[in-house]
């Protein structure tokens, strides 16, 4: 099971938007609604921001949303702030293999 | 507040076994619930190793499954990962975290770092 991929990098000017892609195939990505996006800041373990392609858990901030398209989700950051530029990694669920995570994405605010 | 925390040796020995325990407060490993280990090697990405539910029954990652151990121990509220016959490109930082609403990891451990070296 291969990890799925992810643009190394990403940035935005504070208030602007930025989305990340995380392709994968029909046997993760395409194949399930179970695409989880994560945030991890630096030293800092991963917290989940989005679960499901587009729910966000209690105390995620609306800024944040997500979606899918056949084998490729997308995590939107809107109105960037100080605070966001962290990585950002995929999660879908994989069937046998059970979960893949995508290869990193880290978001500069410029 | 759930809380996770990994505890092990930093350091084991090439061809030796990694082994961490992940003791949970604030939630119960008893419950009906799956928990797994997720590792990230330094300056790289995540990957998941695998996974352990209450009554034992576990779930790895195919390239790793013939060396993976996990067990559960419900009485000291904790779960255990054995990583056998490690090599350099086992070091990693090793986080435990519980496996959430739509297949989802949350919250996850702090991480503890393991270093695989002679």
């Known amino acids: 099971q291969s990890a799925l991929t992810q643009p190394p990098s990403a940035s935005g000017s504070p208030g602007q938007s930025v989305t990340i892609s995380c392709t994968g195939t029909?046997?993760?990505?395409?194949?399930?609604?179970?695409v989880s996006w994560y945030q991890q800041h630096p030293g800092k373990a991963p917290k989940v921001i989005i679960y499901?392609?587009?729910k966000r858990p209690s105390g995620v901030p609306d800024r944040f949303s997500g979606s899918k398209s056949g084998n490729t989700a997308s995590l939107t950051v809107s109105g960037l702030q100080a605070e966001d530029e962290a990585d950002y990694y995929c999660?879908?669920?994989?069937?046998?293999?059970?979960?893949?995570f995508g290869t990193g994405t880290k978001v500069t605010v410029l | 507040q759930v809380q996770l925390k990994e505890s092990g040796p930093g350091l084991v020995r090439p061809s030796g076994t990694l082994s961490l325990t992940c003791a949970v407060s604030?939630?119960?490993?008893?419950?009906?619930?799956?928990w797994s280990w997720v590792r990230q090697p330094p300056g790289k990405g995540l990957e998941w190793i695998g996974e352990?539910?209450?009554?034992?029954?576990?779930n790895y990652k195919p390239s790793l499954q013939s060396r993976v151990t996990m067990s559960i121990d419900k009485s000291k509220n904790q779960f255990s990962l054995d990583l056998h016959s490690v090599t350099a490109a086992d070091t990693a930082l090793y986080y435990c975290?519980?496996?959430?609403?739509?297949?989802?990891?949350?919250?996850w451990g702090q991480g503890t770092l393991v270093t695989v070296s002679s």
């Open positions: 352990v539910y209450p009554d034992g029954r576990t």
């Open positions: 499901e392609i587009t």
């Open positions: 604030g939630d119960s490993v008893s419950r009906d619930n799956w």
């Open positions: 029909s046997s993760d990505v395409g194949g399930y609604d179970y």
């Open positions: 975290a519980r496996n959430h609403v739509g297949l989802s990891f949350d919250p």
């Open positions: 999660s879908s669920y994989a069937g046998r293999s059970k979960y893949v």
